[in-house]
């Protein structure tokens, strides 16, 4: 934890202002991408497959188009010819061709729930109606929806200009496998023959949805001198200003995107869905189309996260010391390549120090829709696999599972299995906090309960943020920053300024800028925003500063250099003018200041964390109880720690309902059965306990206030600590995911004790 | 042209009057008619609490009531809980406890911890549990919208003593 | 010192690290095409970084592309690239 002393020389940094947009979030006047109002808006609807593969032979819309109140319809012939082209949207690439077939589908549908052409009406209903007049002529093709039957050679194959890549080395043969990764340290053998005790297990994941509550929403008019401007729900507007202008083959400069607020994202809102299809429909109707998905297209037509096979192998000496580990995973993709087989490769074995590692992954296609990040992608797959062997390997050495994770933890200088060497990282403090945490010194009692621990890892990213600000000259500041809002991350941006700066955080006015009003910056994800943007802020902070000390010098004819700044005041000998005082007389030294900053920090930022869980199962039906719940996290400097505490809490319960509740169940002809939020059941209020925090502060070398980043961590231990606690309640060891009754259920009863 | 059906109603305190088709639910006017957007749409099938609002002071999901069925009803909106330019305590105590984050759900929160408030003036943490699991909440894993409806409680009990 | 990624050690004979001239991605990777012919047909496309792939510097995600400098010290990673949520 971080030492008083230090702490206390912050006055913003570590306080809990009220955010500056919440007035209007708890009063319902913050405009969401659904509360768009525009005159002479219409209304699009997307026509979806109802098969989860088969070929397009024809598309027949005559009929819709003479419906009354229709006023446009889309199909594939609108949209541009993109082959093969790889475009790069700032985080990542991504083929063009494939993005465009999956936002109206080419020649194939390729997952139910697939778009296949869209309208615009008067009204959401008529566009309903008119949806059933489109006449669509399907052959039906044989599908699959579980990634080890599509790894199969005679499974039936997606794209047939697919080839397995392994670090750019093309394969000849089409395959539903786009990716193979393939990492070693040491040497395998050696590290299994030093081992006097090996575990090794199979694991299954069930795809799950990120569950935001506002659906997917984009409207968008494309104006009669050419210009297209799109108000959406977007975690990144500059990724969707580059995805649409792509996809249109339009210039960027001849795209505006608006962000509107958002109302969650978790990986799930970086990739268009309908902002193209909106713009093309606007083209031909020549009015502002909106569109907003159903909470069933949601899940059926955007990105899940990952199902997955993984085989996890340890190896460890008596004395409790990690020698050797190998893992093999394999994650569904979706209907395109590009799923999250890399992280979740690079991830599976972060928490260790491992001498001599091997890790095989597979980027898989099958039937599903195109998956997405979900919050610290492929990483929570991998711990429920690692973590859960890790603990069955402590029970075997009689070692007490949160000691042998202190004994082998990784930490500054530990050479990581795809390479690179940590710098100072904070999982040694997280494991020490939950060690001497209440709910680990507490004691539980009673019949059918259980406790689990485990830890998780996300690497937390950089990219790139732009950041303006404008002084007033009554002391106060606006602020423009590039990075959508979706969790408070406009107090915490302006939080930083203020603190560089000496003013208080309500002194400062932070908005989001649409793309033509701030300079470029990357997408709300990866646990960056606080991190990479707060940076920004920070230096324009001090561009703004240099700019004030001009200023003072100017009205105390001195040079900028002997102007001092004193907790936020400007000081020469005996003069001295607070920062409001001196924006007071920006008007006669030389008019406005103005400061701007862009950065594009190197470097992960490396997030740990380490939860407890207490489970009560009920021996009758298996549900699982969830009593008690402690998450632990380095925050490197935990900026409003609220919105810290946040994350972390609300990572917990999507990591809990991944656990124990969540998936997508498919029918044999690869149909999503629980397409809503009855049957899918996500966590509710009663499901869950208080969720209990623990704020560890190693700051981060990368950032002037030690920021990491907190975001995506907290999703990555809960299945694993939670199959942990199954394990010391009952005595059976999960290797499936959702650990639902139904599941637990039958493993309690076949006995399965190992 | 779907023949509409004339509706008069009062909406936070208000009387309005519109004209609906059947098939349109209270939320659909709310919003698109009547241009009252804090009631949000999360799933329009009665499942997330986003688009809650009073009915009669009984909360409803206002996707699952027609607006034909609100003749001479009273509804109570968020865009009706702050008065004279002041924040409602279960707002205020929402903001204070940072019960938020990406806040789509937040109206439908504060309107079901309304009604339960009014009902009941110091509930236990689990009737609150109870009381908003027809809410759904994909960010903040809960707690501090707890924590905000139980401090709620101890400042309307204050302020009505 | 520049490390080879395990994929790419067929065109290497098994060399899986070694020291290479170049002060920037740029040429280092040309140092590596003149010493195992192929490599550069995986790790560049045009002038940048193959989609796909990234490079870690002394620990750190290159953010400059083949632009980025690389030190007489410096350690050298080629890695998928991630994103995050
Ligand atoms: S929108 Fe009414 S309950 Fe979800
Ligand atoms: S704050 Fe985002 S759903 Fe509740």
């Not at chain 1, 109002?37 to 497959?49: D, E, N, P, Q």
């Not at chain 1, 093969?84 to 936002?103: F, Y």
């Not at chain 1, 694993?720 to 599941?743: C, D, K, Q, W």
């Not at chain 3, 047909?41 to 045009?46: A, F, H, I, N, S």
Request: proline share 5%.
């Amino acid at each position: 934890m971080t030492p008083k002393s230090e702490r206390k020389k912050y006055k913003v940094i570590g306080t809990r202002p009220i955010r500056h947009d919440g007035a209007d979030k708890v009063t319902g006047r913050a405009v969401y991408g659904a509360d768009l109002r525009l005159a002479g808006i219409v209304h699009g609807k997307i026509l979806r497959s109802p098969h989860a593969h088969a070929k397009v032979k024809s598309i027949d819309t005559s009929a819709a188009e003479k419906h009354p109140g229709v006023l446009a319809v889309v199909t594939r012939a609108d949209m541009p010819n993109l082959k093969n082209k790889i475009a790069d949207l700032g985080e990542g690439s991504v083929n063009l061709a494939h993005l465009g077939a999956n936002v109206l589908a080419h020649d194939k549908v390729l997952y139910k729930g697939h778009a296949v052409a869209a309208l615009a009406a008067v009204n959401p209903h008529v566009a309903e109606e008119a949806l059933k007049l489109i006449k669509v002529d399907y052959e039906v093709l044989p599908s699959v929806t579980w990634v080890m039957d599509a790894m199969q050679d005679d499974a039936p194959l997606l794209h047939n200009d697919v080839f397995t890549k392994s670090m750019g080395k093309r394969a000849s043969k089409p395959s539903n496998v786009p990716t193979h990764i393939h990492f070693e340290k040491g040497n395998i053998e050696e590290g299994f023959q030093a081992a006097d005790v090996i575990v090794e297990r199979e694991f299954k994941t069930a795809s799950v949805h990120q569950g935001y509550i506002e659906p997917h929403v984009s409207t968008a008019l494309w104006n009669q001198d050419g210009h297209v401007t799109v108000w959406t729900s977007t975690q990144g507007a500059f990724t969707a200003r580059a995805q649409t202008a792509e996809l249109l083959q339009i210039p960027v400069s001849q795209v505006t995107v608006v962000p509107c607020e958002i109302g969650g994202g978790f990986g799930g809102k970086i990739a268009v869905y309908l902002e193209p299809v909106a713009a093309l429909l606007s083209r031909k109707c020549g009015r502002p189309v909106k569109m907003v998905m159903t909470r069933e297209d949601v899940f059926e037509g955007t990105g899940p996260t990952p199902g997955s096979f993984m085989r996890v192998k340890l190896g460890a000496t008596k004395d409790g010391k990690l020698v050797a580990g190998e893992a093999w995973l394999a994650y569904d993709a979706g209907a395109f390549p590009g799923g999250v087989i890399g992280p979740g490769a690079m991830c599976v074995f972060s928490c260790y120090e491992l001498p001599h590692a091997k890790v095989d992954g597979y980027d898989v296609l099958d039937n599903k829709p195109k998956t997405q990040a979900y919050r610290a992608p492929g990483a929570t797959q991998a711990a429920f696999a690692c973590e859960t062997v890790i603990d069955e390997l402590a029970e075997k050495l009689k070692i007490d599972p949160l000691e042998f994770r202190l004994k082998n933890a990784a930490k500054e200088g530990t050479r990581r299995v795809d390479g690179p060497v940590y710098p100072r990282v904070g999982l040694v403090e997280t494991l020490e906090a939950a060690k001497n945490s209440p709910h680990w010194k507490s004691k539980l009692e009673g019949k059918h309960r259980g406790r689990g621990i485990a830890s998780g890892y996300w690497f937390n990213i950089g990219l790139k943020s732009s950041v303006a600000a404008n002084v007033n000259n009554d002391g106060t500041v606006s602020l423009i920053e590039g990075s959508t809002d979706i969790g408070g991350t406009r107090t915490s941006i302006a939080m930083q300024f203020a603190e560089t700066l000496g003013i208080t955080a309500e002194a400062v006015h932070p908005r989001v800028g649409d793309t033509d009003s701030v300079g470029y910056t990357d997408v709300t994800g990866g646990s960056r925003t606080t991190f990479a943007t707060g940076l920004a802020a920070h230096e324009v902070a001090l561009d703004i500063q240099r700019q004030m000390r001009e200023r003072a010098a100017i009205l105390w004819e001195c040079e900028a250099s002997q102007v001092q700044v004193e907790d936020g005041a400007y000081c020469h000998k005996d003069k001295k003018l607070t920062f409001a005082e001196l924006a007071g007389q920006l008007g006669h030294t030389g008019g406005p200041v103005v400061g701007r900053a862009t950065v594009s920090p190197e470097g992960a930022s490396n997030g740990f964390g380490t939860h407890l869980v207490d489970v009560e199962v009920d021996p009758d039906t298996a549900k699982v109880t969830i009593l008690r719940y402690t998450a632990i996290q380095d925050a490197g400097r935990a900026i409003h720690p609220s919105y810290v505490e946040g994350q972390m809490q609300g990572g917990a319960v999507q990591g809990i309902g991944w656990a124990l509740n969540e998936e997508y169940v498919y029918s044999d002809q690869g149909r999503m059965e629980n397409a809503s939020y009855l049957d899918y059941r996500m966590p509710t209020a009663l499901d869950v306990p208080a969720i209990e925090t623990i704020i560890v502060e190693v700051p981060n070398p990368a950032h002037p206030y030690g920021v990491r980043g907190v975001g995506e961590t907290p999703i990555v231990a809960p299945p694993a600590a939670i199959a942990n606690a199954i394990y010391a309640a009952t005595g059976v060891r999960m290797t499936e995911l959702p650990m639902s009754p139904p599941r637990l259920w039958a493993a309690m009863s076949t006995g399965k004790k190992s | 042209m779907v023949r509409k059906t004339h509706v008069a109603t009062t909406i936070n305190g208000e009387p309005v009057e519109f004209l609906c088709e059947a098939r349109q639910s209270l939320l659909e006017v709310l919003r698109e008619t009547l241009g009252l957007t804090g009631s949000k749409e999360g799933c329009n099938n009665g499942n997330c609490g986003a688009c809650t609002v009073l009915l009669d002071g009984q909360p409803v999901d206002s996707c699952l009531v027609l607006a034909v069925e609100v003749e001479g009803a009273q509804i109570t909106t968020i865009e009706g809980l702050s008065k004279d330019s002041r924040l409602h305590p279960i707002q205020q105590c929402f903001l204070e406890d940072a019960a938020l984050q990406c806040g789509i759900c937040t109206p439908g929160f504060i309107m079901s911890a309304k009604a339960l408030l009014d009902r009941d003036p110091n509930p236990s943490e689990h009737a609150i549990r109870f009381q908003l699991a027809g809410n759904l909440c994909r960010c903040t894993g809960y707690d501090k919208i707890i924590r905000a409806v139980q401090d709620s409680a101890k400042r309307m009990a204050g302020q009505n003593k | 010192m520049v490390y080879i990624p395990s994929q790419w050690r067929d065109l290497t004979g098994a060399v899986d690290r070694l020291e290479l001239p170049g002060r920037n991605l740029r040429e280092i990777s040309r140092a590596l095409e003149a010493r195992f012919p192929g490599i550069a047909e995986r790790l560049v496309e045009g002038d940048a970084i193959a989609a796909g792939l990234a490079a870690s510097i002394d620990g750190a995600i290159a953010s400059r592309g083949m632009y980025s400098p690389v030190g007489p010290t410096s350690e050298v990673h080629f890695l998928p690239a991630i994103g995050g949520g």
